[in-house]
């Protein structure tokens, strides 16, 4: 073993750390100066060639000379900077390291290329465990600056999670203030997005801090944003499992019953879930479903949440006797007719789908009203007369709305420039195609 070997395997290990920490500052720092020199040379040239042949440019060159200089001082003042607050975060005290983790957020802000330099100097792993603190201006300090960390950057994301980041959520939500709620769920989201990287959904408290927030009196602003992280996350088939056993079926069905902003992305993250078989059976268990959902089909100022409350009912009506039957007793029939008729396009398709479904069960309960008689299903009895004039009687009604409704819209295309008498006759030619059958 030579000499300069030994030398090294003398040196302490935190003495180690810092000359590895100040060679790679010093890398850093020479490659800037380098390609300053490099853009200093190139705009010599350049001013060079540019007052041969143009004199009265001589103002213009003198102030974009200015500009560059003022340029390079500002880059070598972000180098002093981030040594300085990289050196503090490792081996300050606690309240130097709430300063350097302020200065890494304005700085990662500000330049993407020093994203990449901060986590090969092991700042990430240093905020992560800033986070599990419980002063409360350290701990948002730390948060914000991950998050200007993680914006755009698969790699630093991935760093924050093998760091355990999710492991050091707050068990208690009620115990955490609305602004770090908010940065936690700006974080989450973040990090949620993460397609290819495997999230330890069942070790972690992601899934019970997203709920906890969900179930508890947070901003609207903040609950999108643990709304976009579940979406995130349901977005992988194997986390419908510990998706479901955390409770966030039924959170989300009680969050899209109401008329808030909330509702479009709890359905949206719910039709994620229905297609496996664990999010399935829970829909079907929950005492909310399907009257929540059916409710939703009546929301005429919400389609797109028509749309994804249709395609929720689908699924759960497919190959299932029994959820078709309580949902015709829920009033299904009715709703998704007049879905059909004054639903958007996507939603009309998905109403007449579901109708053709409760038609071809309800022929078959009838059974064959001629021919050889051979076996007969049982269930269910004939329509009576009065039935069926209440529903004569509602199918003309809604057939008159869709009409209104159709006039309506070539009124508005036309700028009330029509005349009532082609209004009518337009109407009349239209109104075959209101009808799915």
């Not at 914006?151 to 630093?156: A, D, L, P, S």
């Not at 005492?287 to 409710?295: Q, R």
């Not at 009838?366 to 004039?389: F, K, L, N």
Request: with cysteine; glycine share 4%.
């Amino acid at each position: 073993m030579s000499h300069s070997q030994t030398q090294n395997m003398s040196i302490p290990s935190s003495s180690y750390m810092r000359l590895q920490f100040f060679s790679r500052i010093r890398q850093f720092i020479q490659s800037k100066s380098a390609r300053r020199r490099q853009n200093e040379r190139n705009h010599n040239h350049e001013k060079s060639r540019t007052l041969k042949n143009i004199n009265s440019q001589e103002e213009k060159q003198v102030i974009i000379e200015e500009k560059n200089h003022g340029q390079s001082d500002i880059e070598e003042d972000d180098c002093v900077l981030l040594q300085k607050s990289v050196k503090r975060l490792h081996f300050g005290s606690w309240e130097e390291k709430e300063m350097a983790a302020k200065e890494i957020e304005k700085l990662a802000k500000e330049d993407v290329k020093i994203k990449k330099l901060m986590a090969e100097l092991g700042v990430i792993q240093m905020l992560v465990s800033m986070v599990s603190t419980e002063v409360i201006g350290r701990r948002r300090a730390a948060i914000k600056a991950l998050i200007q960390l993680a914006n755009g950057t698969y790699t630093n994301k991935a760093i924050m999670v093998e760091a355990g980041i999710l492991t050091k959520l707050p068990k208690n939500v009620d115990a955490v203030d609305e602004s770090t709620r908010h940065e936690f769920g700006e974080l989450l989201l973040s990090l949620s997005s993460l397609a290819n990287t495997h999230i330890p959904l069942s070790s972690s408290e992601i899934l019970p801090f997203l709920v906890g927030i969900l179930e508890s009196g947070s901003s609207v602003e903040t609950k999108e944003l643990c709304i976009g992280a579940l979406y995130n996350l349901s977005a992988v088939l194997d986390n419908a499992r510990p998706m479901v056993s955390n409770g966030v079926v039924h959170t989300l069905l009680k969050l899209c019953s109401m008329k808030e902003r909330l509702s479009e992305k709890s359905l949206a993250t719910l039709g994620n879930l229905v297609v496996t078989s664990t999010g399935k059976k829970a829909m079907e268990d929950s005492p909310l479903v399907p009257e929540s959902l059916i409710e939703i089909l009546t929301w005429e100022e919400k389609p797109k949440c028509q749309e994804l409350s249709a395609y929720i009912l689908m699924i759960l009506a497919h190959q299932s006797s029994e959820q078709r039957d309580k949902m015709a007793e829920s009033g299904i029939v009715r709703v998704s007719l007049q879905l059909a008729l004054l639903g958007s396009p996507l939603a009309q398709k998905r109403a007449s789908k579901l109708l053709q479904w409760f038609k071809d069960e309800r022929q078959a309960k009838m059974g064959p009203h001629s021919g050889p008689q051979t076996r007969r299903v049982s269930i269910g009895s004939p329509v009576s007369p009065r039935e069926a004039q209440e529903g004569k009687k509602m199918m003309k009604n809604l057939v008159q709305q869709s009409l209104h409704k159709n006039l309506e819209m070539i009124t508005r295309r036309a700028n009330a420039a029509a005349d009532s008498s082609k209004l009518k006759s337009l109407v009349i030619s239209t109104s075959c195609k209101s009808l799915p059958y």
